[in-house]
């Protein structure tokens, strides 16, 4: 297989990645996917459509979903009207989908906290039947909790740098 056909390939398979784990359309995955693995230092808009071959307004659209989701940003070159496409350097995208993580830990705890006081007060024995494997979830939501507080501080200082 060529270089050109395993870089497809591997566009088309980020790209799936992008829309099942950000829930982004697939034209904005795959332009996503396009922008980490291109040689150039930035892509134009005209770039972008004739490797996606879609419409200007579909890739006018996609692109601006990510520029507005912060996972890639734009420059100008000086005595060029164009703006070059590229991905990110600010850490933005991943800090702000560990944050998220974090807050769904932190909703899940709550809840589990709610439901143990619940059975605790009203129905003991259930409370009873239920702690050890309680203990056990609550236990890996405490520890991912820290794995994710240590993460974004580590995103936050390569932000700082």
Do not use: W
Request: positive net charge; hydrophobic residues 35%; proline residues 3%.
């Amino acid at each position: 297989m060529s270089r050109e056909e395993v870089k497809k390939r591997l566009i088309e398979d980020l790209g799936v990645h992008f829309e099942n784990m950000y829930q982004i359309p697939p034209l904005a995955a795959r332009l996503y996917a396009s922008l980490i693995l291109t040689e150039q230092e930035g892509l134009t808009f005209e770039d972008c459509q004739l490797r996606r071959g879609a419409s200007k307004s579909s890739i006018s659209s996609a692109l601006n979903l990510l520029l507005k989701m912060e996972i890639i940003s734009y420059f100008t070159k000086p005595g060029d009207r164009k703006r070059y496409f590229k991905v990110s350097e600010s850490g933005t995208f991943f800090l702000n989908k560990l944050k998220e993580r974090l807050k769904l830990f932190q909703a899940e705890k709550e809840i589990i906290y709610k439901i143990n006081d619940y059975h605790e007060q009203y129905n003991p024995e259930k409370h009873r039947k239920n702690q050890p494997k309680t203990s056990v979830y609550l236990n890996f939501v405490t520890e991912s909790e820290k794995l994710l507080n240590q993460s974004i501080d580590k995103l936050k200082s390569f932000k700082e740098d």
